[in-house]
């Protein structure tokens, strides 16, 4: 993976907010932290509500990514309000966010201006807003637990409704300033692939498992294909630590596709109060390795999904709340 750690062209996929705008966003963030001390649907119906108190340029542009996310499918907010008062970094494995903070109505805010926030129940109890840290013991796990490289994935790429948008908002940085999220689109990808590989993995030979974060040994998903929908806009479905081809010239086919993707791949070193909006529909994610202490100074990202439409995975979602039960 390259080390070059530059945004595309500023102002395309760069959001900065202005310091009236972080202050706008801190006061609606603020109410929804008095309003609703826990992280439940009744945060979720307020941030909905509250999505539309929000900074208009804010709104403009999360709503313009919703419909064309672009060549990278990353947008990178910049500067937003963080709690002024930041615990110690969790470092217990699971951890998640129960009690709303301003960064956790943040996320929610983001997530419902693009759709609905979503959890899994098999994953981290189906929190809506969940930690991503490092885990004393879990260096070499291949999930954000970890600290290893962690190989480009489409998150949860075994689920059928796998989330459209993955949201990772910093709130503390590395002690290195090493970590770097990996982000790598297949638009950027594609013409770098020739026909007759583009063709192999338009087909139905590709099992993927769920990751080690479900906690369960899944035999992998049906045989599908890694490319579908449009031939010059393709949707990817992939996760290169869990899928595998059932024939040999697919898994040829998908040693090429990791080696482009990790060529066109960009790595950003997140800051405090960066948030990466990342299309899971085109483009995949992984991290850098990084060395944690585990001093309550380490690295800690938050994390939120999100469905465009939760009305599809209705069936998984018994008494239409926001997380999925399989
Ligand atoms: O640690 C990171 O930057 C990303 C981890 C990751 O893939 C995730 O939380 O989904
Ligand atoms: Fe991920």
Known sequence: MTEATIELAPGSNVLALSPGEAAAFAAVADRLVTAHPHVDEA?????????????????????????????????????????????????????????????????????????????????????????????????AFQGNAGSTELMLHNENAFHDHRPDYVLLLCLRADHDRVAGLHTSSVREALGLLPATTRALLGRPVFRTAA???????SAGTPEQAVLTGDAEDPDVRVDFAATTAVTPDGQAALDELNRVLEAVARTRRLEPGVLAIVDNHVTLHGRSAFRP???????????TFVLNDLRRSRDHRPGDGHVLER
Do not use: H, N
Request: aromatic letters at 6%.
């Open 43 to 139: 945060l979720v119906a307020g941030a909905r509500s509250a999505w539309d108190d929000l900074p208009v340029g804010t709104r403009r542009r999360i709503r313009a990514f919703r419909r064309d996310s672009g060549v990278s499918g990353v947008l990178v907010v910049r500067g937003l309000p963080l709690d002024v008062e930041l615990p110690p970094t969790p470092s217990v494995g699971g951890s998640v966010q129960r009690t709303t903070t301003r960064a956790a109505a943040v996320l929610l805010l983001v997530a419902c201006g693009l759709g609905d926030p979503a959890a899994y129940r098999q994953e981290k109890g189906g929190a809506l807003v969940q930690d991503v840290v490092p885990v004393p013991g879990q260096e």
């Open 211 to 217: 990751p080690p974060s479900f906690g369960f040994d």
């Open 293 to 303: 202490r585990y001093d309550g100074a380490d690295r800690w990202l938050q994390r």
